[in-house]
Nanobody, 119 residues
Framework: QEQLVESGGGLVQPGGSLRLSCQTS?????????????MGWFRQAPGKQRELVAR???????YYADSVKGRFTISRDNRKKAVYLQMTSLKPEDTAVYYC????????WGQGTQVTVSS
């Protein structure tokens, strides 16, 4: 069964840092196929739509939403079939549940990991 398991969230003060992890498993990610996928980190704040904040393509080409550019870094480990999001200089507006998924997205999603930025 395919799974996306996000972890690493928590409560952090403004200006702080967190590193999120996304572990994939299942047939859809088996063998070398994971390395061929573009992967993304999304977030959803209360009352708002889910938004894509970072993308990583094969060969680690990356793109970021303007709101996180220069503060967030997405990376991947194809051997571990995992994706990471290093977040620095966090702001209260970064508060959201963070999810990862393939691009284009699979219909299944993980449970997400809550990031709360507050003093």
């Amino acid at each position: 069964q395919e799974q996306l398991v996000e972890s690493g969230g928590g409560l952090v003060q403004p200006g702080g840092s967190l590193r999120l992890s996304c572990q994939t498993s299942g047939i859809a990610f088996s063998g070398d196929v994971f390395s061929t996928y573009a992967m993304g980190w999304f977030r959803q704040a209360p009352g708002k739509q889910r938004e894509l904040v970072a993308r990583i393509f094969p060969y680690s080409v990356t793109y970021y939403a303007d709101s996180v550019k220069g503060r967030f870094t997405i990376s991947r480990d194809n051997r571990k079939k995992a994706v990471y999001l290093q977040m620095t200089s966090l702001k209260p507006e970064d508060t959201a549940v963070y999810y990862c998924n393939r691009l284009p997205e699979f219909r299944f999603w993980g449970q997400g990991t809550q990031v709360t930025v507050s003093s």
